[in-house]
């Protein structure tokens, strides 16, 4: 913001708040379907959650491969049993360190960032969630946008 500067700087009230809402999410770069769920906290009981989710969109026949950061419930001893019991289905694939660009995800979270929260004032956190919430449901299905915007070629 610009104020001349025969003028005081402007002070701005404001309400100090740490809260926040955890959303996974996962896109399938094929055809554009977005798969997400909120919690609490990401832990290795949320991520294995999510990761049950993910199963239930694979398709007959196919393999389902998701690409990561390195965070350290993505590599939790406790989820060793249950990826392995689905390794013939489902890898993880995890991407070198400072790299979050290389994940298609990644570009999903700045375009909801980019048309929901931009230039906008939430007065509560339940606003903020709502509105990307709503956003979220309208990539539920596949669809073009996100197939162009995560296309890998």
Not at 5 to 27: M, N, Y
Not at 35 to 52: G, H, I, M, P
């Amino acid at each position: 913001m610009w104020v001349p500067p025969e003028d005081f700087d402007p002070i701005l009230q404001h309400a100090p708040t740490r809260k926040s809402v955890a959303v996974f999410g996962a896109v399938r770069v094929s055809d554009g379907l977005l798969v997400t769920q909120q919690e609490k906290v990401f832990d290795a009981v949320s991520f294995q959650c999510f990761l049950k989710r993910i199963l239930r969109h694979l398709r007959n026949g196919r393999r389902i491969v998701i690409i990561l950061d390195n965070a350290r419930y993505h590599h939790a001893k406790i989820l060793q049993p249950w990826l392995s019991r689905y390794s013939e289905v489902l890898s993880l694939d995890f991407l070198p360190p400072y790299s979050p660009d290389l994940n298609p995800v990644e570009r999903v979270w700045k375009m909801t960032r980019k048309l929901c929260t931009h230039n906008r004032y939430f007065a509560t956190l339940e606003e903020l969630t709502n509105t990307v919430s709503e956003q979220f449901q309208t990539w539920r299905r596949p669809n073009a946008e996100l197939k162009r915007l995560c296309a890998i070629i």
